[in-house]
């Protein structure tokens, strides 16, 4: 027999051992299991374990009594018939496992228990960022504070800010003083004092951009090596009440926005409009 049968054999269903076994047999009239177990060197017990699996696969036939000996049957008769068989009992374990799948699933049907969101969250995109930020802000409930640093880019509104507001939540910004003398803000920020957002300036440099949501949620920018950004999102009550007495300390201390002059707020309208086209929007919402 060549050596490619036995993996053929294999590739059929048969174990290694069976057929090992199975060709002995077909190499010779027929054997005891003794026999057998001389011939491959396995021991008696495993011939015989291996010679009843045989058996009943229907590929060898026995004689009767103790100590009879074992033959194959017609292999272009039983091979097929095996295959046959097991493409059967495949069928029926395949019904099974559907059956089984319908009834674990109604059994384990109930109210979903859905998975809490990450303790933190790393945010790559900038686009992924904004849309974040927007959807905080629409879900906050009484506060959100910001410390906004340089470079800022800005957009004449915030409209979900500017929901927030509507429904009662504190919205509180500390600039630091390197964008209150970019003059693109000027323009904006007294649309956004009117709109209800209490602003003030940080006289020097802030560490860096935050938001705080509730005193529940931070969203801060960290700026990678290579001049990457990276913002992450962070579900920790504590840390997030530990950062707000930080912007409580630099709150306090901070300036309000000075108002313009008269002569200020009758600058064209047009004036805005040419600084908004050159800036991108506000990138945190000035956070």
């Keep these: 027999m060549k050596h490619e049968d036995r993996g053929d054999l294999v590739e059929l269903g048969l174990s290694p051992t069976e057929a090992q076994i199975y060709l002995a047999l077909a190499q010779n009239a027929a054997l005891s299991a003794t026999a057998l177990a001389g011939l491959t060197g396995l021991s008696r017990s495993r011939v015989y374990q291996t010679l009843c699996s045989l058996t009943?696969?229907?590929?060898?036939?026995?004689?009767?009594?103790?100590?009879?000996?074992?033959?194959?049957?017609?292999?272009e008769q039983a091979l097929p018939a095996f295959v046959l068989r097991e493409q059967e009992a495949l069928a029926q374990r395949k019904d099974l496992a559907e059956q089984l799948g319908q009834r674990i699933a109604a059994a384990l049907a109930g109210p979903v228990e859905v998975a809490p969101e990450e303790l933190i969250q790393v945010l790559r995109n900038p686009r992924a960022v904004a849309e974040r930020f927007d959807r905080l802000q629409l879900e906050a409930e009484n506060q959100i504070d910001s410390l906004i640093k340089a470079p800022f880019f800005c957009r004449p509104s915030n409209p979900a800010q500017e929901k927030a507001q509507k429904r009662g939540v504190r919205v509180r910004s500390l600039y630091e003083r390197a964008v209150m003398d970019d003059p693109s803000v000027a323009p904006y920020l007294m649309t956004w004092v009117a709109a209800g957002e209490?602003?003030?300036?940080?006289?020097?440099?802030?560490?860096?951009?935050?938001?705080?949501?509730?005193?529940?949620?931070?969203?801060m920018p960290l700026i990678m090596p290579a001049d990457q950004t990276r913002t992450v999102l962070i579900r920790h009550p504590q840390l997030?009440?530990?950062?707000?007495?930080?912007?409580?300390?630099?709150w306090k201390d901070a300036e309000p926005v000075p108002m313009p002059s008269a002569r200020e707020?009758?600058?064209?309208?047009?004036?805005?409009?040419?600084?908004?086209?050159?800036?991108?929007?506000?990138?945190?919402?000035?956070?």
């Design 56 to 75: 009943d696969k229907g590929l060898i036939e026995s004689g009767a009594g103790y100590g009879s000996r074992f033959a194959i049957v017609p292999p």
């Design 240 to 250: 997030a009440q530990s950062l707000s007495m930080f912007f409580e300390f630099l």
């Design 198 to 219: 209490e602003s003030r300036v940080y006289d020097g440099e802030l560490p860096h951009k935050l938001a705080i949501f509730d005193k529940q949620i931070v969203l």
């Design 265 to 287: 707020k009758r600058r064209p309208a047009t004036a805005a409009r040419r600084n908004h086209n050159n800036h991108r929007e506000r990138n945190l919402a000035r956070a």
